[in-house]
């Protein structure tokens, strides 16, 4: 173990070896014969962040202390001495965001509470690089100080100029029905801020390179707009408003450190991409910058301020990748991938110097991933750590996207992970329906729940089903008003096609999935009775009408409810008789299978009375095992409850899908 390493170990929870160059995990991979812990998949991760300062001396990072707590620490990229700036006994630092080259601002809250603790949290700090000026920002639930702002502001960005301490900070405000955010800025020296004027009914704001406000996103009702500060007038003017029920508009993505800016859009195409729009003509560009065939662009725009110059962008398609503008950086990433092969891996630079220090994040299906430093100089590889030390990648199993026809033709792109060291064919399968619904629910990464499941032996099947977001506008369009009907039909598409393919046994397969995903496993159980043998289903809808009725509910009179719940799941007065008609807890009496019911006593997404009505509407001669968890709500955030949970569908899995 090198010096780095060694002064690392001493303070914090992460280590590692050095071997030809490279990061090792230090663990042993499990016998073949031994069950991986649960809890290994479900504890937190021991580093969850780490950054280089703008100027490249400083690298920054949340990683586990001694006590296990999640600290932010700071190391010399000349000394490569780590240093402890925050930590506390009883709470974590969960995020961190570098202010200017010697000063960061980090928030904390509690890894360890549930939702009802959760909830207050602890408020927002700065610090410098040395330990020194610290101060209180924001206040947890409840702080009143004059030079604290109160809970509820959140970060949005620096000021983006070298010598600043000052940073941009929102508040939501306006009402339930027509939310709408300020905007601040505050001194993370003093603890001084001002409000900054902003066009009505603002709801999200983009800084520039320089520090000033440029953009403004609106919405009142349905309506959606895109405002724009003139650099030169320093007057408001509207790019676009759109009613976002009916048209695609377009969403501002970046603002280079040229003044360009950059808009995702669909521009006529299924799929959004990336274009630059002509501030002067007021018009988007014909050709994009970046487009990702057969899906919508996600992803990030990597910049230099001293080179006032964009490097590159990060995308995802089936997988994470990275279009390098820069072809010094481009030939570093082929160097660096050739030492690192399969794994995605994320360089992480100075924003405003070019040093010879880059941090790279190299993850995969596998690996939940490692942190390590790479010297342009050396040629070398110094390891930080690992997210999880406790899972060896060798005894994960591989993902793989696929695109399944569905009966009606449309492709449906689906993740599957197989358990390593196994066949691949007629073994058990767990279909995993993904919550949201509107969401993108696969991604080419370790998923503990998926790796969990794969481990004791499961095929794990992830379909995107029509309605989910990523793949173009005609897949996610097609699931406007299907609850219950082309999206659970999708669902079993693609459980077939796992059969006819030979992967899955037909007499052992079960359904899960949480929130939307518990819907459609209750559906699927109602519907497809002979297809699965047994159904988990946690946090799940039963009602639609109850996200509409449940008045302490999150969506219940809120402007998602006015207008985007009618269209995309349906309307209470026109659609009612689809929506009972689509409602498990109506169809309960038609459920034969064995169910896992769970709910977070705390949830207000999904609340309690989901599950109470639907387990009081299922036949007395069904089993169901019903679980609650007080402290947590629309999922489980305690390792006790996660250890608990699984262990239980574990259980459960091994009496229902058991040879017979």
Known sequence: MNQVLTKMCKQLSICAVIAFGLAVPVHAQTPATEKIPVENFFKNL?????????????IAMLAAGKNNRIVLSVMDTTTMTPRIIAGYEKTDVNDFHWVNAQRLIFSTWDNNAGQDEFRSGNGMFAVNVDGSQFRQLVGGSGASNARVLSYGHSFLSPVNTASSNDIYVTRRSGTRNNPTSSLFKLDTVTGQSEIVATPQNAVGFMIDKTGALRIANTNVDNLSGVDYKDEKTQQWRTLISYDRTKED????????????????????????????????????????????????????????????????????????????????????????????????????????????????????????????????????????????????????????????????????????????????????????????????????????????????????????????????????????????????????????????????????????????????????????????????????????????????????????????????????QKDAAQLKATSPVEQAQRLTKPLILAYGVEDVRVPLVHGERFKKAVPATTKVEWITYKGEGHGWRQLNNNVDFWNRVEKFLDENTAVK
Not at 261 to 279: E, F, P
Not at 283 to 295: E, H, L, N, Q, R
Not at 545 to 559: K, P
């Open 249 to 572: 508009g377009f969403s501002p993505a970046f603002i280079s450190p040229d003044g360009q800016l950059y808009v995702t859009a669909h521009k006529g195409q299924d799929t959004t991409s990336v274009y630059r729009y002509d501030l002067e003509k007021n018009k988007i560009d014909d050709t994009p910058v970046i487009s990702t065939k057969g899906f919508d662009f996600t992803g990030n725009f990597i910049f230099n301020k001293k080179l006032n110059k964009l490097l590159g962008i990060t995308y995802e398609t089936d997988a994470a990748g990275v279009l390098w503008l820069d072809d010094k950086l481009k030939a570093l990433q082929a160097k660096i991938d050739k030492a690192l092969p399969n794994t995605i891996n994320s360089l992480s630079i100075a924003t405003d110097a070019d040093t010879q220090l880059v941090v790279v994040f190299s993850r995969s299906d596998i690996h939940p991933g490692s942190y390590l430093i790479y010297n342009t100089k050396t040629e070398q590889f110094t390891a930080i750590g690992d997210r999880k030390p406790e899972i060896n990648a060798k005894d994960m199993s591989y993902k793989d996207f696929v695109k399944v026809k569905a009966r009606d033709g449309m492709e449906i792109p689906t993740y599957m992970t197989i358990p390593h060291n196994t066949t691949g064919k007629n073994l058990p399968m767990v279909v995993m329906v993904h919550g949201g619904p509107y969401v993108r629910g696969g991604h080419w990464n370790w998923n503990r729940e998926t790796q969990f499941l794969a481990s004791r032996g499961y095929i794990v099947i992830e379909p995107d089903f029509r309605g989910s977001e990523g793949y173009g506008k005609t897949l996610h369009k097609a699931g406007w008003r299907q609850w219950g009907l082309a999206m659970q039909d999708d669902v079993t598409d693609v459980t077939k096609w796992a059969i006819e393919k030979g992967y899955a046994d037909p007499k052992r397969i079960c359904i899960a999935g949480a929130s939307y995903g518990g819907y459609a496993v209750l559906m699927g159980l109602i519907k497809e009775p002979e297809l699965y043998r047994c159904g988990i289903s946690w946090v799940g809808v039963t009602d639609i009408n109850l996200l509409y009725d449940v008045s302490w509910s999150d969506t219940a009179g809120s402007t998602w409810a006015r207008y985007g719940m009618p269209v995309l799941i349906g309307d209470q």
């Open 46 to 58: 021991q580093i969850e962040k780490v950054q280089v300062s703008p100027d490249g001396k400083t």
